[in-house]
């Protein structure tokens, strides 16, 4: 079973569209990470939620730590084909080495 | 601040050979490096960490002798992949890491590598 559970896996879209990625899991965190992926380069952080109940903006993206520090979510709004890419939530594992453990990502496409 | 370079970018050979790939930290000392493969349209798996003047430390189902990892300076990681196959054909990403345990990695562009 996967630690983290992301949602959808997959989403095409119109340009001007909101859309809502979810990450989920039964433990609890320190901390989660986001990053986004474009094809052929590495993942680029986006940002860091540590706190419960955080809501952290950048842009057109809103970040939300749930309160029970279990689980995320990332809203677009008004998506717009540079934001195209896969999206990954990361947590750190459970053996204070630092090892990140990625969800298993959603693919967005972004239509103009 | 915080570049890592990979290299090289895209690699293809014949099945049979060993390949070399790169990570370097170009601006800071890296006392670990992460090592990451990719399938199409899937997450990252991480396959090793990487400490400096250490063995590297291999997740579960990672063939050692497969993919043999040095970090041999602060600066720089390597990851051969001996004997190749098609099936070993991926995406590899490094990521680097300055110092203490929870500090952010930083991703090199990753190294496509195709086995024919």
């Known amino acids: 079973t996967q630690l983290l559970e992301q949602s959808p896996q997959f989403l095409s879209i119109q340009e001007g569209e909101n859309l809502t990625v979810y990450c989920n899991s039964s433990?609890?965190?320190?901390?989660l990470q986001w990053y986004r992926q474009e094809p052929g380069e590495g993942p680029v952080l986006l940002v860091t939620?540590?706190?419960?109940?955080e809501v952290k903006k950048l842009k057109r993206l809103t970040f939300q730590f749930g309160d029970a520090r279990k689980d995320s979510s990332l809203h677009i709004t008004a998506a717009q084909p540079g934001d195209t890419g896969l999206y990954l939530c990361?947590?750190?594992?459970?053996?204070?080495?630092?090892?990140?453990?990625f969800g298993q990502g959603t693919t967005l496409q972004v239509k103009p | 601040g915080a570049v890592v370079s990979q290299h090289p970018s895209w690699v293809i050979c014949k099945s049979g050979t060993s390949v070399k790939i790169e990570c370097r930290s170009l601006?800071?000392?890296?006392?670990?490096m992460f090592w990451y493969r990719q399938f199409p349209k899937q997450s990252l798996m991480l396959m090793a960490t990487?400490?400096?003047?250490?063995?590297?430390?291999?997740e579960q189902g990672v063939e050692k002798d497969k993919f043999l990892i040095n970090h041999a300076s602060l600066t720089l990681s390597t990851l051969t992949v001996t004997s190749a196959h098609p099936e070993d054909s991926s995406f590899y990403i490094c990521?680097?890491?300055?110092?203490?345990?929870?500090?952010?990695?930083?991703f090199g562009d990753g190294t496509r590598l195709s086995i024919l």
């Open positions: 990521s680097a890491r300055k110092g203490l345990v929870f500090q952010p990695q930083h």
């Open positions: 433990s609890v965190f320190s901390s």
């Open positions: 939620v540590v706190t419960g109940g």
């Open positions: 990361a947590v750190y594992g459970s053996s204070n080495t630092g090892k990140l453990i």
């Open positions: 601006d800071f000392q890296a006392t670990t």
């Open positions: 990487s400490n400096e003047g250490s063995k590297a430390t291999y």
